[in-house]
């Protein structure tokens, strides 16, 4: 039986990290759906379209090309906060939310991390993980990320963007960020990768376990 893991979370939780390890782990391919969202934006930036037109960005994401999702500008921070404006329009999630499905069929399973896997995406996943980490422990990463590529942002601005986008994502009508009622939550502010991957390991062997 296909083995599909769903992981959501808010930004820098250490989601992405765990998704990426866990793939490789269980040889699986790995879908980070917020840069389907972030590819999206950077559409609209490009074409120099206003990032509040829903109309125009439904057409970016029903156009939206695979190859996009390797533009390296994806991975700014202002991208984050773009996608974060984009996610709140429904017809955008609409047009994504078949892509992300296509993704999660792979005969062999597949591993997808994002905010809305375990809910709406990939409601009857194998397993399904909330990860999560205090917003402070969050900036603190974000901003080591940030200065490691040379962007230059302080810690209370990185703090203040990601409580504005964890409120924006928690009460946007489509698709809101929750966890999924029979989601294991996974809390890694106290926990470097190894052990969080550990974790998580543990979690998905335990629910192969229970699926025997």
């Not at 790995?30 to 490009?46: E, F, S, W």
């Not at 078949?98 to 991390?113: I, K, N, T």
């Not at 603190?140 to 490691?148: F, P, T």
């Amino acid at each position: 039986m296909p083995l599909v893991i769903a992981i959501d979370g808010p930004a820098a939780s250490g989601k992405g990290t765990l998704a990426k390890r866990l793939a490789d782990h269980y040889r699986l391919p790995h879908l980070d759906t917020g840069l389907l969202y972030r590819a999206v934006a950077l559409a609209l930036i490009d074409s120099s379209l206003s990032l509040d037109d829903p109309e125009a960005a439904s057409r970016a994401a029903h156009a939206l090309d695979a190859d996009r999702l390797d533009d390296p500008r994806l991975r700014a921070r202002a991208m984050g906060e773009a996608a974060s404006r984009i996610s709140a329009v429904p017809e955008v999630r609409a047009a994504l939310l078949a892509w992300q499905r296509r993704f999660a069929a792979d005969s062999q399973g597949a591993v997808l991390d994002g905010r809305d896997i375990g809910t709406v995406v990939c409601p009857d996943a194998s397993v399904k993980l909330y990860i999560t980490a205090s917003s402070e422990e969050r900036a603190r990463r974000r901003h080591l990320e940030l200065a490691g590529r040379g962007e230059a942002a302080t810690f209370e601005a990185i703090l203040a963007d990601i409580e504005a986008r964890d409120a924006r994502d928690a009460s946007r009508a489509a698709a809101p960020l929750r966890m999924a009622d029979d989601a294991v939550r996974l809390d890694t502010t106290a926990l470097d990768p190894d052990a969080a991957f550990a974790e998580a390991r543990g979690i998905v062997e335990r629910a192969r376990g229970d699926g025997a």
